[in-house]
């Protein structure tokens, strides 16, 4: 495609509910990236993949935080038991190498109520 | 946690006045990135300038980098109401975990018209 794309672009989950959050990249780019961005603070890292590695997941807030990238293009971000502090943007990036530029995805808002 | 922070946290100025937006950062980085962000969408890339640069243009953007004071300026010239946005810069680092784009707050921009 012609960007990254993410879906859905809002999701409002109950609080303990599950939710999964898609990211589909640019096609042929090796590095993907997901960020947390809360309300007026910049991007938070969370997770980075290189093709189907994850190689580093530091910023995963909790255990209840699991990202996938099994065949090395789309990526899953999934988050069980959601709590209120979840609420927050979830972006996805991806870029050809992991020192170029990032191409950003409109990101997922999700409000955990 | 951000290693940016971006100084003025928030910028208004006339339409056709320059704006300048200042970024500091702590560790040594690989390279530095600026984005834009309108509200409620994702990031875009505006310039990337590497630790080996002091200077890079693009359109209306002007950014130098001074890596012994860890500093960076983002100037927009002939601001247009479009130019409306937060402002954020983002650092690369050097050696292990060069990937991982640390973002700071941001900087908001009104600029009226």
């Known amino acids: 495609g012609a960007g990254v794309s993410q879906s859905p672009r809002y999701k409002v989950a109950k609080r303990g509910q599950d939710v999964a959050l898609r990211c589909d990249p640019i096609s042929g780019h090796v590095s993907l990236f997901w960020y947390q961005q809360a309300l007026g603070q910049g991007p938070e890292f969370l997770t980075y993949f290189q093709n189907e590695a994850q190689l580093d997941k530091s910023g995963l807030p909790s255990d209840r935080f699991f990202a996938e990238r099994p065949e090395g293009s789309v990526s899953t971000l999934k988050i069980q038991r959601t709590q209120q502090e979840d609420s927050a943007v979830y972006l996805c990036?991806?870029?050809?190498?992991?020192?170029?530029?990032?191409?950003f995805g409109q990101g997922t808002r999700l409000t955990v109520v | 946690s951000q290693q940016g922070e971006e100084d003025p946290q928030a910028l208004s100025i006339q339409e056709g006045e320059n704006a300048t937006m200042n970024c500091s950062y702590k560790?040594?980085?690989?390279?530095l990135q600026w984005y834009r962000q309108n509200s409620g969408r994702g990031l875009v890339h505006l310039i990337l300038?590497?630790?080996?640069?002091r200077e890079k243009h693009s359109g209306r953007l002007r950014v130098t980098l001074d890596t012994s004071k860890k500093s960076s300026s983002l100037l927009i010239t002939a601001s247009r109401a479009a130019d409306t946005a937060s402002y954020f810069c983002a650092t690369v680092p050097s050696g292990a975990g060069s990937y991982q784009l640390t973002f700071g707050k941001g900087t908001k921009l009104s600029v009226i018209p």
């Open positions: 990036a991806s870029s050809f190498d992991r020192v170029t530029e990032a191409f």
């Open positions: 560790t040594s980085i690989n390279n």
């Open positions: 300038i590497r630790s080996n640069e």
